[in-house]
């Protein structure tokens, strides 16, 4: 979303600006949290019936004791100007451009079963080696690979799974039957 982005790119500079950029990035890891645990939440910032007023008292009694001044302030504002139904994505948003700025990439890599320790470890510095900067390895699992692993990185992906093998040997048989 578009205001979000513009929001969350707002807050970004105040926060360098400020000399509070990692504070301002733990508290909106902290928002983007509490807004994915809660439906309840979001319900309530979408809401068209809610004024913006007790909106705001709801932010302020659930942030302000857990984030510091400039995030809460910005919230603030981002409410009184009607737009608080932005929040978790603008949230996200700040994770987003606070990690680009930052240098630091997510590799997701998925497997059959989960990984050991020493194939983790392997696949991050395969990664660290291919970009500079900080690398965050996310792991995951589905059965449905049987084997082998997705390494993804952006929008850049390594298939090695056996499930992707046996679909391309499949693709290839029945290639060669039809010629």
Request: net charge positive; hydrophobic share 40%.
């Amino acid at each position: 979303m578009i205001v979000a982005s513009r929001y969350a790119k707002s807050l970004l500079d105040l926060s360098v600006e400020k000399g509070q950029l990692e504070a301002v990035y733990n508290d909106m890891l902290y928002v983007k949290n509490v807004c994915e645990a809660s439906k309840e939440l979001i319900t309530f910032l979408n809401s068209p019936i809610i004024k913006a007023d007790k909106k705001v008292a709801t932010l302020k009694a659930l942030f302000e004791s857990k984030v510091n001044a400039l995030t809460i302030g910005f919230l603030t504002i981002v409410a009184n100007k009607r737009r608080e139904s932005v929040i978790p994505e603008m949230a996200q948003s700040f994770v987003e451009l606070y990690r680009t700025q930052k240098n630091i990439y997510t590799a997701v890599i998925t497997s059959a079963k989960g990984l050991d320790a020493t194939t983790k470890q392997q696949a991050l510095d395969l990664v660290k080696a291919q970009l500079k900067g900080e690398v965050e390895l996310v792991e995951k699992t589905n059965a449905d690979l049987i084997g082998g692993f997705i390494l993804r990185v952006g929008d850049k992906q390594i298939d090695r799974s056996v499930s992707r093998q046996l679909s391309s040997l499949k693709k290839q048989l029945t290639n060669k039957t039809l010629n």
